[in-house]
């Protein structure tokens, strides 16, 4: 049976750090601040956004939350973001996607001022990660703190190892996959076009799957011993808990890719509380260099 990573512990540990050099930052006077705007009243956002400014709380954060309503002009959303840009009390910025269908995304992202991207999109610093300076890049969050669940089983060297993402989007598979490079795997990126997903599965020593698509990977796509690292986040029926419930599953069959995994992450309590962390050693980081004190390694 796998070991199962316990992403909510780890999760913990990085917010204890991040608390306690915050803490330290105050001496500096300076207090890390994040700004996280939403747009509209998509409810899974919503308790998202909640969970985010709460856990910056706990960091001792400033924390500002910005609930634009869902009809919001893409001129007035430059204009927070620019506001934002040039405030001095505010670290990081977090634009909650996705965003409502008439605002163009893509230029929204790239109106963040980049040291302040704290979610890693900005062409800056994709550029930055994908040009191998992954000290000076802002990560975006997930592929960050599954990089961090990775490194807790098999150090932070994967010098000979084999890995596989399926998924290849901006936030996450891309990311992810330039991260493995960067720690020495040898890493295949598979989609939707890929031929004989099982069998290139079965390649892989690691194993990312970014989906969307409810316990897709099954348990005879898990070489032996692989690390096995579940990114998806589907909220699926549960009949079985009463009429009209719901329960969260990954993109991995759970039970059965455990008995072929060598260690995997569950789904609640993996990744997830890895995202939030990771946001929130991010706007430290940012805080940091605006005080010109080194920070802390995660
Ligand atoms: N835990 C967390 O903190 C987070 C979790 N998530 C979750 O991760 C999952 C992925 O998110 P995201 O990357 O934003 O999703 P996207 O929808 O942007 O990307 C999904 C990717 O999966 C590929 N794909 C879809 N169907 C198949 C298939 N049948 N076989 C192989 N590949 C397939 C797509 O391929 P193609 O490009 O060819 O269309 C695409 O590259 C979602 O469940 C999301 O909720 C996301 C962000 C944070
Ligand atoms: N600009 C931007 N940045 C993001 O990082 C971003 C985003 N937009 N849009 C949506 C996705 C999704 N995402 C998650 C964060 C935490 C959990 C999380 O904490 N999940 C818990 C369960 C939560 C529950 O019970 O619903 C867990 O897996 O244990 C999940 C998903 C961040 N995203």
């Known amino acids: ?13 990085v917010v204890a750090t991040v608390a306690a050099t915050a803490k330290d930052l105050a001496a ?13 009243e ?16 706990e960091c001792g ?41 008439h605002i163009d995304s893509g230029a929204i992202i790239q109106t963040i001022e980049p040291d302040k991207d704290v979610d890693g999109f900005t062409f800056v610093n994709v550029g ?40 290849r989007s901006n936030i996450v598979g891309k990311p992810m996959a330039n991260l493995l490079l960067a720690a020495n795997c040898t890493v295949t990126i598979a989609h939707s076009r890929t031929k004989d997903l ?25 070489k032996q011993g692989a690390t096995v690292i579940d990114v998806g986040i589907n909220r699926i029926p549960a009949p079985e808990k009463g009429e009209g ?20 992450t569950p789904v609640p309590g993996g990744v997830g509380p890895m995202t939030i962390a990771m946001l929130m050693a991010n706007t430290l980081v940012s805080a940091c260099r605006a005080a010109g004190v080194e920070p802390p390694r995660f």
């Open 198 to 222: 099982p069998a290139l599965c079965r390649t892989a020593d690691i194993l990312v799957a970014a989906v969307g698509r409810p316990e897709m990977v099954k348990g005879d796509w898990v």
């Open 61 to 101: 954060f400033h924390s500002v939350q910005h609930t634009l309503a869902g009809g919001t002009s893409q001129a007035d959303l430059v204009a927070l973001i620019e506001q934002l840009n040039v405030d001095p009390a505010i670290h990081g910025i977090l634009v909650q996607l996705p965003l409502p269908a």
């Open 128 to 167: 930055r990660l994908g040009t191998g300076e992954v000290d000076s890049a802002f990560v975006p969050c997930t592929p960050a703190g599954s990089m961090l669940l990775i490194e807790r089983v098999r150090g932070r060297d994967l010098s000979g190892l084999t890995a596989v993402v399926v998924g």
């Open 28 to 40: 500096h006077g300076v207090k890390p601040g994040l700004a996280v705007v939403i747009v509209g």
């Open 245 to 264: 419930k719901t329960r969260l599953v990954g993109d991995v069959a759970f039970a059965e890719a455990a008995e072929n995994a060598g260690s995997i």
């Open 42 to 57: 998509d409810p899974a956002s919503q308790v998202y956004v909640a969970s985010k400014s709460r856990k910056a709380k």
């Open 1 to 13: 049976m796998a070991e199962i990573i316990d992403g909510k512990k780890i999760a913990e540990d």
